[in-house]
T-cell receptor
């Protein structure tokens, strides 16, 4: 079974602060996605990374895929209250349409 | 496109009752997934279909759970009989094509079994 551990589990910060969320596994993934989920809604895809060492930026969000494709990080610069939500990493393997989700990081940004 | 549509959004039932959750995937998507989300276990894959055929149901917790996809635009997840430990949010998701691994989720069905 492939497991994805996220840290921290909970994070409460002030608006304007920076933060990093980590996603770690002992397994290699062919691709890794980050989703954000708001209360009462399903997860919504933020980004997909597929190459070891890849870095993608989405405005204030920076995503990195580890060189060995076993881990990833999400860095948010100058957090805003709209960033509040549950962040989930998800690893894809081989040709199967089967995605393993991480344990999740619940982020609260306080005004 | 209206996205993935799930119903009901909320269901409260008593232990022992049958529960049926419904999902309409995005038109043209050939893969459909059912997930369950709880605080304790996070988001777990229950079963997924490709072209209406169940491919992997290893995540289905027990025989009380069953899922069907009679056509490309409709799927059901049934729990019979329901138990309090089945209380969770059930999500349906769909995707087009192999290898993409990019899922579009519905808004979920929150199930409470008393």
């Amino acid at each position: 079974t492939q497991l994805l551990e996220q840290s921290p589990q909970f994070l409460s910060i002030q608006e304007g602060e920076n933060l990093t969320v980590y996603c770690n596994s002992s397994s290699v993934f062919s691709s890794l996605q980050w989703y954000r989920q708001e209360p009462g809604e399903g997860p919504v895809l933020l980004v997909t990374v597929v190459t070891g060492g890849e870095v993608k930026k989405l405005k204030r969000l920076t995503f990195q895929f580890g060189d060995a494709r076993k881990d990833s990080s999400l860095h948010i610069t100058a957090a805003q209250t709209g960033d509040t939500g549950l962040y989930l990493c998800a690893g894809g393997s081989g040709g199967y349409q089967k995605v393993t989700f991480g344990t999740g990081t619940k982020l609260q940004v306080i005004p | 496109d209206a996205g993935v549509i799930q119903s009901p959004r909320h269901e409260v039932t008593e232990m022992g009752q049958e529960v049926t959750l419904r999902c309409k995937p995005i038109s043209g998507h050939d893969y459909l997934f059912w997930y369950r989300q709880t605080m304790m276990r996070g988001l777990e894959l229950l079963i997924y279909f490709n072209n209406n055929v169940p491919i992997d149901d290893s995540g289905m917790p027990e025989d009380r759970f069953s899922a069907k996809m009679p056509n490309a635009s409709f799927s059901t997840l049934k729990i019979q009989p329901s138990e309090p430990r089945d209380s969770a949010v059930y999500f349906c998701a769909s995707v087009r094509g192999a290898g993409a691994n990019v899922l579009t989720f519905g808004a979920g069905s929150r199930l409470t079994v008393l």
